[in-house]
């Protein structure tokens, strides 16, 4: 019998490890199974297609099952729900939910890649129709017809992470007044405080109303035949109108899957995994979302639901289950957001993390220019850094400005996962030319100011 | 009697060393002698100066001299050119130009900054009126007010380097029909062949005529009362008229005061130095572009006459001359140039460089997006490596596309500066956003495919 891989989930981590595995061993047979319609699509894309900025909703689609089976030869059935995996027998169980009809698969090596699910607000109304999550192809499918078909003028969002600020920024360009409502006094948390602010500025200068240290009460509906909506949001300060309202208040691991089948989680509630995405479970694998991931900064586990820590492990988990001896070491944390015209990139550690983690933590700010000033279209680039006093490393840092601001972050990701000091940061040699930056970067500004910092006694920077 | 330090040169190294040597003993007397009109210029914002995308000559001046003893407490006497530099005795020979008058200082330290000279063409006629080099501030206003003056409607640049790439844009700009003359069969020598490729399309498409393989036999001139032109250029490919003649045929250090003094040369011609930029002559530091860099990657003398680099070796002279002990480790080359639309990114070795250097050299090459390809504003970005075969280390990269080509050269200038493997590149953990990279950037890809690459037996990947 040929080995059959069966991978579970379709979005990001699911199509990489299935690719990987039938590459590695082409003889084997890959089976996928996705619940939804669609596999191996851009979510991260989802808010530009709301936002008209990408017309064709085709395009969204990186394979279609077809298109999966022809050019990569893995065999993927959407509509199909595994309910339960039994690694004592090799199964899984699933169901077709076209014919809702449940059929058992023998496997030799399983891939649990069951993503996260959006955290609701656990509100009577939370079901009605124009309330959304942004979470899937066809969530993003939804929320644009709606739009269509409603014109909707006022939109509420609560939570104010990532997904809130691509959102606010598709609402508004539809011309939709939008109101977020955030837990905290301000927006993205896990930032420092300067970029947290510079992201609120941004909000307001392009109108969207953020209502700080809110929490939401009740919702209060609107219900007529075969239609039934959310019109006001009511909140500790204040009721908010909506003729749409969208939740994004993070995610959390779907390990529904995996806990069935008594697979090992880790302290974060992902399913632990070693540097080869094996669980504790034998020939069960597991990558992307629904996992932890190793962070290279200071060597815990973390929760980093994100598309490229996903699709990265996925290799490893499609490469291993294949027979292969690939490793994933882990992630710093690298994300990139633009909220209107800010760039706003973190990598490594927040300070509050730092501090946490133990280190002797001290911060730098610095103001720079993402070309030279005189330059036209040169633009203000904000730097934060998060050092260790002891060992002078560079933990972690928050970029933000009008400019270059999300690859100027990844540099500063090769020196974080590859323990650089301020002084090796400061040495970098780097190419500069006056359209594209600076002479001194902003970066190699920060490094020098940090270790100017580094010879004042103890105490935070000034 | 205080500590007297003496800095030879007014651009680039020399104001830096200055600077820093006087903040780390702020009781020394810090005396820079600088032959031309200005010190501490944007030498590398003058082709946009001259282009007029930036308007006010004055924002090209960093400090004037009264700025600098201001700002700085550095003396800085312009229009003082150092003849001579006697270590034996610690003095240096200075001639005011302006009084024509010659004295002689006492040193305790001193830095030579001397910097670099044009290569001439050594060809009867080079000294007419509309023939520039354009190697310091005087160049730069005198092309400018030449133009501004004739309003020249047809020019010629001979040399298809960075600043024949940046002044031929400039040039294009101003509505002045260029004509290139380049001794190779393709521009930019030292970039892999994509590359110079890629950018002799760019000049093309821009309406410059590139005539390769060509040598310059002599220049016509027309003399009239007052006025000495050049009107035409004759090469072995041709006669070329002109209003305006660019030579830009590259640099070479300026060492004349240095071999004066006895002061060694390393192998590239250009002043010996250590790690703390101190040459074999005691007292006597040099840094900049009249000096010798180490290449971080083979670990050999290079020259390198660059901006980035001479501030960072400029700081460390000024830091030991003034009592301290820093280190300038060395330079791995990081350039980058725009050539119009074209952004074009070059960091480390060449291949024919690795080859020479020793090393088993693979080159990849792989074409990859800017952003998500989808996203408005997307554009290509192609990524060429040249490894180590058996080290696995990336030795330099090529980058060319239209935009964030610099930045993301960047990325891998802190790869190849820390020795990182195309292993190490794979899983590098960067931040990605639909609006600013694919979720697989091009320099990931690029390492993917190196890795398969590597696989294959022997030769040249395909």
Redesign the interface.
């Known amino acids: 019998m040929r080995r059959r891989i069966i991978v579970i989930g379709g979005l990001a981590a699911g199509p990489s490890a299935a690719s990987k595995a039938k590459r590695v061993n082409p003889s084997a047979e890959v089976l996928l199974f996705e619940q939804g319609e669609q596999i191996s699509y851009?979510i991260?894309?989802m808010p530009?297609y709301i936002a008209g900025?990408?017309k064709e909703r085709r395009?969204?689609i990186v394979f279609t099952p077809e298109e999966f089976k022809e050019k990569r030869g893995v065999i993927a059935k959407v509509h199909h729900r595994v309910e339960q995996v039994i690694p004592g027998k090799r199964k899984v169980v699933v169901r077709d939910l076209a014919k809702d009809d449940v059929v058992e698969y023998d496997y030799e090596k399983a891939i649990i890649a069951t993503g996260s699910k959006p955290r609701r607000i656990n509100l009577h109304g939370e079901d009605s129709q124009n309330v959304f999550v942004l979470k899937s192809y066809d969530d993003g499918m939804r929320i644009r017809e709606w739009i269509e078909k409603e014109s909707p003028r006022k939109a509420v969002i609560v939570g104010g992470g990532y997904i809130g600020m691509e959102m606010a920024e598709a609402l508004t360009t539809l011309d939709i007044e939008t109101t977020m409502l955030h837990r905290s006094e301000l927006p993205m948390v896990g930032l420092e405080l300067e970029t947290r602010k510079s992201v609120v500025e941004q909000l307001r200068n392009h109108g969207v109303y953020f209502v700080p240290a809110v929490s939401v009460k009740s919702l209060a509906r609107e219900s007529r035949p075969g239609k039934s909506t959310v019109t006001r949001v009511i909140t500790n300060k204040g009721t908010y109108d909506c003729d749409l309202l969208i939740l994004s208040l993070g995610v959390e691991p779907n390990v529904d899957v995996a806990r069935g089948a008594g697979i090992a989680l880790g302290v974060t509630g992902a399913i632990r995994v070693d540097e080869m995405q094996r669980t504790r479970t034998d020939n069960v694998y597991a990558a992307g979302d629904c996992c932890e991931v190793k962070n290279?900064v200071n060597d815990k586990p973390m929760y980093l639901p994100?598309?490229?820590?996903a699709?990265?492990a996925g290799w490893v988990a499609g490469e291993n289950a294949a027979g292969g001896r690939a490793v994933?070491?882990?992630?710093?944390?690298?994300?990139?957001?633009?909220v209107f015209e800010l760039?706003v990139?973190?990598?490594g550690l927040s300070a509050e993390e730092a501090e946490v983690s133990g280190f002797d933590v001290m911060t730098e700010i610095v103001v720079g220019d993402s070309r030279?000033s005189?330059?036209?279209g040169s633009r203000t680039v904000t730097v934060i850094y998060v050092l260790d006093r002891k060992s002078r490393r560079l933990l972690g840092a928050n970029l933000f400005g009008g400019e270059?601001v999300?690859?100027?972050?990844?540099?500063l990701?090769?020196?974080i996962?590859?323990h650089?000091t301020v002084d090796?940061i400061s040495?970098?040699?780097?190419?500069?030319?006056?359209?594209?930056?600076p002479?001194?970067?902003p970066i190699l500004v920060a490094a020098n100011v940090s270790r100017r910092g580094l010879m004042r006694p103890g105490g935070k920077s000034e």
């Open positions: 851009g991260c894309e530009y900025l990408i395009k969204l290279l994100l598309a490229t820590v699709s990265k994933f070491k882990g992630a710093i944390r690298a994300i990139a957001v633009k760039e990139g973190h990598v030279v005189i330059m036209p270059g999300a690859l100027r972050a990844n540099i990701a090769v020196a996962q590859h650089l090796q040495q970098l040699d780097l190419a500069y030319a006056p359209p594209f930056s002479l001194w970067d």
